[in-house]
């Protein structure tokens, strides 16, 4: 059963996080500061996710491929200012540096 109410108040947490943004913007516009924030919180959550991976993935630095993927994606999205392209290029970078070594 407690199971159950772990599921259930994860769920509901989930839901009143996501809610939040919509029921502040419905009556006017987000301030100024609330509108940088969302914007740069998906570059901040990949970062945060992704970076301890790069640099120490398994609590030893890399000296892989790894660390020049992300110095790759990291020019491509200041370049094209494009995540997607950027994460597509460090991806096709470690794959190819991968097979060359």
Do not use: F, H
């Not at 301030?31 to 990949?46: E, G, S, W």
């Amino acid at each position: 059963m407690s199971i159950w109410l772990a599921i259930g108040g994860a769920g509901l947490a989930t839901y009143l996080v996501r809610l939040a943004p919509l029921v502040m913007t419905l009556r006017r516009p987000a301030p100024a500061a609330v509108t940088r924030y969302l914007d740069a919180l998906p570059i901040a959550i990949i970062a945060a996710l992704t970076g301890p991976a790069i640099v120490l993935p398994n609590g030893v630095p890399t000296m892989g491929p790894e660390p020049v993927g992300a110095i790759v994606a990291l020019v491509i999205v200041r370049w094209r200012r494009n995540l997607l392209a950027g994460v597509l290029g460090g991806v096709v970078a470690v794959a190819l540096l991968r097979l060359a070594l």
